[in-house]
């Protein structure tokens, strides 16, 4: 069983930044493929970055060049650098984990079975 216990939501002004922190606790082959995703009110969840366990990314286009996924495999520690925040990233945003066929398959919410609680960002324009 994977835990994951998210941390470094908050609220910023348009333009600054915040780094999400993911700290997982389980298995190592569950937790191979990372991920953050979001969901703000009234919109569908939505896959924002990916990394497995040799640093590989992927991100969705609405952050590509704005966020910056990472990890730490020692310490299974996952981050979510966030740098030029927009009002449309407001959102409620997960970590997620499982083997790394979640990464190769199609990134989507549905492959990974483990979450953690999220974490608010809210940014005001």
């Known amino acids: 069983q994977v835990q994951l216990v998210e941390s470094g939501g908050g609220s910023v002004q348009a333009g600054g930044s915040l780094r999400l922190s993911c700290v997982a606790s389980g298995v190592r082959y569950d937790i191979a493929c990372m991920a953050w995703f979001r969901q703000a009110p009234g919109k569908e969840r939505e896959g924002v970055a990916f990394?497995?366990?040799?640093?590989?990314?992927t991100y969705a286009d609405s952050v590509s060049g704005r966020f910056t996924a990472s990890r730490y495999n020692p310490n299974n520690t996952l981050w979510l650098q966030m740098n030029s925040l927009k009002p449309e990233d407001t959102a409620m945003y997960y970590c997620?984990?499982?083997?790394?066929?979640?990464?190769?398959?199609?990134?989507?919410?549905?492959?990974?079975?483990?979450w953690g609680q999220g974490t608010q960002v809210t940014v005001s324009s």
């Open positions: 997620a984990s499982d083997t790394i066929m979640a990464c190769l398959r199609g990134r989507r919410g549905a492959d990974f079975r483990y």
């Open positions: 990394i497995d366990s040799n640093g590989g990314t």
